[in-house]
């Protein structure tokens, strides 16, 4: 299917393990964004993707890495899962003109 | 610095229309946008305006901006319990990459 999915939509992992969130898009857009959404805060930018093997950091990175060795994925990873990144995960992506940004569907992960 | 500032609940009774209203602190900002987040889902794109015009209008949705104030509006005509969501307003930025700066959302709550 055309758009932008993410995978896995909930995980629950523990404290100090690795997870790697998904995020496929079909648009052949060239701007990739990862943002975190905590009540009372909005949407938080993580880390953010000009084209492949472009990537720079947003608001928040610390615990995050990001890779975009191709134009249609990006995934997050967390190296070692925090209580504190307990949160609601969207992927979006961009055209070049950044006119407007399409979001995924979220992937909601708790840290135990 | 840059912010985006909503109140952050709306209560309406169904059939009456619903004012949204957000304040955002960068001038120089090219696009304004209004995303709804219906519960479980991700943002959806519902409207946005290009800085140099004042007001929007897409069937039930005006939007209407005031440069001078730096304040954005929506305002939803007949408001139906479908449009119970939370109402992200979000502004682009000038430079860089130019980046979503998003306020922390208003949760519309509609009544019969």
């Known amino acids: 299917d055309a758009g932008i999915t993410q995978s896995p939509r909930y995980k629950i992992t523990e404290t100090g393990r690795q997870v790697t969130l998904m995020c496929h898009q079909t648009?052949?857009?060239?701007?990739m964004f990862w943002y975190r959404q905590d009540l009372g805060h909005g949407l938080r930018l993580i880390y953010y993707s000009a084209a492949a093997d472009i990537t720079d950091k947003g608001e928040v990175p610390d615990g995050y890495v990001v890779s975009r060795s191709k134009t249609e994925n990006f995934p997050l990873t967390l190296e070692s899962a925090t209580r504190s990144q307990t949160s609601v995960y969207f992927c979006?992506?961009?055209?070049?003109?950044?006119?407007?940004?399409?979001f995924g569907p979220g992937t909601r992960l708790l840290v135990l | 610095g840059e912010d985006v500032e909503q109140s952050l609940f709306l209560s309406v009774r169904e059939g009456d229309s619903s004012v949204i209203n957000c304040t955002y602190t960068?001038?120089?900002?090219?696009?304004l946008y209004w995303y709804k987040q219906e519960p479980g889902a991700g943002l959806q794109l519902l409207t946005y305006?290009?800085?140099?015009?004042d007001m929007k209008q897409d069937q039930r949705l005006t939007v209407l901006l005031n440069k001078k104030d730096k304040h954005l509006s929506l305002r939803i005509a007949d408001t139906q319990t479908g449009d119970s969501a939370i109402y992200f307003c979000?502004?682009?930025?000038?430079?860089?990459?130019?980046?979503?700066?998003f306020g922390a959302g208003t949760r519309l709550a509609v009544h019969p």
């Open positions: 960068d001038s120089s900002s090219t696009y």
């Open positions: 648009w052949s857009h060239s701007y």
């Open positions: 305006i290009f800085s140099n015009m």
């Open positions: 979000a502004e682009i930025t000038s430079g860089g990459y130019n980046k979503l700066i």
């Open positions: 979006a992506s961009s055209d070049s003109t950044r006119t407007t940004e399409d």
